[in-house]
């Protein structure tokens, strides 16, 4: 019997990279589980929103992944990226670290996530995207959020982060009804 293929995808924010330390340990933890294909986007070529956005779109097209069987995480203007992304294709999961969200200068900056999972992580000394306005969204939305002792890059929580992800993933992966 061939496992159903889960595809995840991970966007890295603004002055990162697909090799980043955060967008490597989920690839590893998604790696771990049979049958899903993790994919770190690069978007090093353009620090637009939009352009990004449809990065995004395009590694999503050619992999022909399935929306139903797609989780995103991502990083700052990547979280960004993978909000506005399910906003226009609902998504199995969403899991965002310290979203580029509800800030000035980002086309939709108030992105409907649609996904059966989601999940914010954030900093409470975030100074690049302040937390508030991020839990406002959240608490609109219906969306967990975790708050964290920790600044926008978030490089303090890297086991919780790690620890998150996982669960995430296999909430995903257990909630997914297969046809």
């Known amino acids: 019997m061939t496992l159903p293929i889960f595809h995840v995808f991970l966007s890295h924010g603004l002055e ?3 090799d980043s330390t955060k967008i490597q340990t989920m690839k590893a933890v998604a790696e771990k589980y049979p049958g899903v294909v993790a994919e770190a986007v690069d978007h090093r070529s353009s620090k637009d929103p939009t352009t990004r956005l449809k990065q995004m779109q395009t590694a ?5 992944a399935d929306p139903q069987r797609t989780v995103l995480a991502g990083s700052s ?3 960004w990226v993978c909000a506005q992304t399910s906003a226009l294709t609902p998504v199995l999961g969403c899991f965002l670290l310290a979203p580029a969200l509800a800030l000035m200068g980002y086309p939709q900056s108030r992105p409907q996530i649609c996904a059966t999972f989601s999940q914010i992580i ?3 000394e975030d100074h690049v ?3 508030m306005p991020v839990l406002e969204l959240a608490q609109q939305q219906g969306i967990s959020a975790i708050v964290l002792n920790d600044g926008h890059r978030l490089e303090n929580s890297l ?5 998150e ?3 995430f993933l296999l909430a995903c992966l257990k909630g997914h009804n297969t046809p």
Do not use: D, L, N
């Not at 999503?60 to 022909?64: A, V």
């Not at 086991?159 to 620890?163: A, E």
């Open 16 to 18: 990162s990279g697909p």
């Open 165 to 167: 992800f996982e669960r």
């Open 159 to 163: 086991q919780r982060i790690t620890q």
């Open 122 to 124: 954030h900093g409470w």
């Open 60 to 64: 999503i097209k050619r992999s022909g």
């Open 129 to 131: 995207v302040p937390v």
């Open 77 to 79: 203007m990547g979280g």
